[in-house]
């Protein structure tokens, strides 16, 4: 009978057991879940509304949560009024910004023919400039020479010197023939103009050197004429970008109340007082929890169980009287559920400590 009688016994006891755990475990969830709530709470974010010289702030809130909704402000009707006449102007800005390009054009057409003329000064060497330089100006030289030659012909046939010849040279040891003979007055001519044609070389060669720099500065000057042109375009933008500027930053002191007033909120809200509040929440449930696993009439029916079936190994089956003897042990303090080496050690036979 004790072989029956102790399994249903314990199967009773760890069901109560099983039973005190489970409703323990509820109750730490429903304990945690109202810690996480209060700690929520304590976090939420609270702004504060804020009025200014320039503006309020508004926040709207949810009737149901009671959570922030919306947020906004609203600027002072004299800041508002400067907004108008602002923007008002900076659509004109905007409309002269539009007809900038147009404005502009002639520079762009400009800057095209400077580069065109600049590339045809570039286009001889500068020995090839040199060489025109010198023709053109023997060319305007011409006339005055051929004169002045008749002139000194002239002069020297009236004064019978016209057949003179002196100063010739013989060979010169190299071969060349030497200088030829002529009048004084001749050779004083072709002296000058030999000096004038060895000034003009000279004039020649900074002359092609100046007309290559002049045609290079040309691309320069038409390429800064480029670069006004884009001056000009974005510098048209200029009142357009400044009225905007202007009108936000009066759009800013309209706002500053609610940035006040959320950061006063962000403030108020203490995630750490949430952590504490939370984390001793967490630690009060789980308290209570390994309180309410226990259960007395659980232990007590698993013991009786346990006992039920020494006595039945030992002596058949238990008495009623045997029974309440040990109920009445375990809930006084006298008897604590056995172990596994009491049971071995011969606790529950007829004279153990168990057994009476």
């Given at each position: ?204 060669m900074q002359a092609g050197q100046q007309q290559t720099a002049f045609g290079a500065g040309l691309f320069g000057t038409g390429a800064g004429l480029l670069g006004s042109y884009g001056q000009g375009l974005t510098g048209a933008y200029a009142p357009f970008t400044t009225g905007l500027g202007t009108a ?28 504490a509040l939370l984390q001793g929440g967490i630690g009060a449930a789980q308290t209570l929890q390994r309180a309410g696993e226990l259960s007395p009439m659980g232990g007590f029916l698993q013991g009786l169980g346990r006992t039920a079936s020494g006595y039945g190994q030992a002596s058949g089956i238990p ?38």
């Amino acid at each position: 009978m004790g072989e029956i009688v102790g399994p249903v016994l314990g199967f009773m006891g760890a069901k109560k057991q099983a039973s005190a755990m489970e409703s323990a475990a509820a109750q730490s969830a429903a304990a945690q879940t109202e810690a996480a709530r209060i700690a929520a709470e304590e976090a939420r974010f609270r702004p504060i509304g804020i009025t200014t010289r320039f503006g309020q702030s508004q926040f709207g809130y949810d009737p149901t949560t009671g959570r922030v909704s919306s947020a906004g402000y609203e600027v002072s009707p004299e800041l508002k009024a400067y907004q108008d006449r602002i923007m008002a102007l900076t659509g004109q800005g905007l409309g002269f910004a539009e007809q900038a390009p147009g404005l502009y054009a002639p520079l762009q057409g400009a800057a095209t023919g400077l580069f065109g003329l600049g590339q045809q000064y570039l286009a001889e060497s500068p020995q090839q400039a040199a060489e025109r330089y010198i023709s053109q100006q023997q060319e305007l030289l011409a006339p005055s020479r051929e004169r002045q030659f008749a002139q000194l012909q002239n002069r020297l046939f009236q004064t019978g010197r016209g057949g003179l010849a002196v100063g010739g040279t013989g060979e010169r040891p190299s071969g060349a023939a030497g200088l030829g003979a002529a009048s004084p007055e001749m050779e004083a001519y072709y002296n000058a103009l030999a000096q004038q044609d060895a000034q003009l070389a000279a004039q020649a060669m900074q002359a092609g050197q100046q007309q290559t720099a002049f045609g290079a500065g040309l691309f320069g000057t038409g390429a800064g004429l480029l670069g006004s042109y884009g001056q000009g375009l974005t510098g048209a933008y200029a009142p357009f970008t400044t009225g905007l500027g202007t009108a936000g930053s009066i759009e800013s002191l309209g706002m500053e109340p609610l940035t006040i007033g959320s950061a006063l909120g962000g403030r108020i809200a203490s995630p750490s007082a949430a952590n504490a509040l939370l984390q001793g929440g967490i630690g009060a449930a789980q308290t209570l929890q390994r309180a309410g696993e226990l259960s007395p009439m659980g232990g007590f029916l698993q013991g009786l169980g346990r006992t039920a079936s020494g006595y039945g190994q030992a002596s058949g089956i238990p008495s009623l009287g045997q029974l309440g003897n040990l109920a009445y042990n375990y809930f006084s303090g006298a008897m604590t559920p056995p172990t596994a080496y009491e049971q071995e050690a011969g606790a529950f036979e007829p004279g153990g400590y168990y057994g009476g």
